[in-house]
């Protein structure tokens, strides 16, 4: 395949530029948010755990959207009475990166690029390409143990801008784009075995993991738009320009509380920057006073045991995201609900980071975060509450 001149060129200009990866930026920030003694501040209750299959490591990568997304696929099969299998998030996220890079270039550049996404681009891909195991297609080279899209990132965003920048885009610059994750993570696979059996990634999505992407909802809150209606989420990795139902502040953990009651898992999309949010003590919450205006003791103490939380307003959540102190960082599963020892509810999270923090990639989460930061939540329309349902018109 000959790829144009210019692509060439930077392709040539590119490679090996970027070294430094943000999603470990990210997660080495957090990673510093730590109490030595946090987890035996903590007495945790199970109310609800449903099942779910092993935490993972996303590498140095920035698909969390497409491990989380697909974890909860994984828990809908289990829900639904199937053996749960392993699904590919590396085929998921190549997949995305192919219709990302067309959107961008069908706007001129005039869009995000990127690694990130969000967890209903899961479902998106599942209707259009299909799915495979993780079996079939890990994106790893040889001796290679963890996925890193540190020299691809790059190279792929200058191929899109190049081709967004042209006055004329070549037509096979999309067979170009292609070849280069071809050449990091390998061809998807047309065909594959499986438990002894063949199938296309078609065929596995239909008959092995059997969801129907209708039947899920996206849902966020926003003071800006009226409520119990759809509207587009303007966020940069929503590319695709799905809508949301907007729904209150107080809806986000009652959809969360009745779903979990009913044995439906949630796909999370959040903001994890906050000093309050902390991956190794594996606890998230929001703190009475501003982190910056704590004493040093005070910030010592942050996770050695429940705190007090203030009341979250529509207004104080819409304002955190209009000011970008809300942002979207990270994609994680809910899977069930604990109390502490002060009989204080958290959702217990399953993250993607592997099994490195104080819970062993699992975290405890206040329904005050949630109210505060969440993004969005995506679940099973049969995991609404008639009340919701009704309020929604569905």
Known sequence: MNVNKSIALALALFVGSFSVHAQDDLINSIKGNASSNSKAGFQFTEVINLENTPVRDQGSTGTCWSYSGNSFLESEMIRMGKTPVEISPIYTARQTYIEKAKNFVRLHGDQAQGEGGQVHDVLTIFKKYGAVPREAYTGLQPNQLRNNFGDMTPILQNM??????SKKPANNWVQAYTNVLDSYLGKAPENFTYQGKQYTPRTFADQVIGINPKDYVAISSFDAYPYYEPFVLLIPDNWSFESFQNVQINDLTDIVDYAL??????AWATDVSEKSFSWRNGVAYVPEKP?????ATEQADMFNGPKAEPSITPAQRQE????????DDHGMHIVGLVKDQNGKEYYK????????NDYKGYMYVTKEFVRYKTISLLLHKDGLSSAVKKKLGS
């Open 261 to 266: 009651s009913k044995g439906y898992t949630i």
């Open 160 to 165: 899109a801008e190049t081709v967004a920048k």
């Open 320 to 327: 955190a995201f209009d000011n970008y102190s809300t942002t």
């Open 291 to 295: 982190v910056e205006m704590m004493t």
């Open 349 to 356: 999270i399953k993250n993607s980071w592997g099994e490195s």
